[in-house]
């Protein structure tokens, strides 16, 4: 017997998805804005290649719903929609960022992003039936001013990190981070204040 997990709720799995809230992703809008974030990542990649500044700083803008000023993402990169993703001025992503933006990744300025990062706001049910369905559902990740997020480092879904923070290489942050801190580990543990 299929149970109806959205019964009673009228609004499409974009909507839910948006709100945070479990959802089926399957909806042709969300289907047709990830497709168009794919050709505006590969866009910026040729415009950076070219060496034109102009045109990857205008792919850059209609991919992410907001860049600062002298922002830089070095390609390769990917994201789901990017229309979900904010980066604050002067703020440096090292190549090969993995941002997974179902709801709001937000980069606050003279942010340093190592290679590899992933920042990942999906998440899926520990049930195995709903999980056997395709539910899944997200939680937003917070990035402070002024953060150092080493290579390979990976946000887990619903993290805020403080400002100024530094989060060590290859850790993995499951929970918040404090202002002012050094967190390393698996899972990310703070070391020690700044």
């Known amino acids: 017997m299929m149970i109806d997990h959205f019964a009673g709720d009228t609004r499409t799995n974009r909507q839910r998805m948006l709100a945070g809230d479990l959802y089926i992703a399957d909806d042709p809008e969300s289907e047709r804005i990830a497709h168009r974030g ?13 060496g034109d ?24 990169f990917s994201v789901d929609y990017g229309e979900n993703i904010r980066i604050g001025d ?11 933006d179902v709801v709001a990744i937000t980069i606050g300025a003279d942010c340093q992003i190592g290679p590899n990062v992933q920042l990942l706001t999906p998440w899926h049910p520990i049930d195995p039936e709903p999980r056997r369905a395709k539910l899944e559902a997200a939680s937003p990740i917070v990035i402070g001013d002024n953060v150092w997020l080493g ?4 946000v887990c879904p619903g993290v805020t990190i403080g400002d100024n923070s530094v989060i060590g290489a290859g850790s993995v942050v499951t ?20």
């Open 175 to 194: 929970r918040d981070i404090p202002a002012g801190v050094v967190a390393v580990g698996n899972p990310a543990r703070v070391l020690r204040e700044i």
């Open 151 to 154: 290579g390979g480092v990976i």
């Open 38 to 50: 794919m050709q505006l990542v590969d866009e910026y990649r040729r415009a950076i290649l070219e």
């Open 53 to 76: 500044r102009t045109g990857a700083r205008s792919a850059l803008v209609e991919l992410l719903g907001s860049v600062g000023e002298d922002v830089y993402v070095k390609p390769p």
């Open 90 to 100: 002067r703020t440096f992503v090292n190549s090969n960022l993995t941002a997974l």
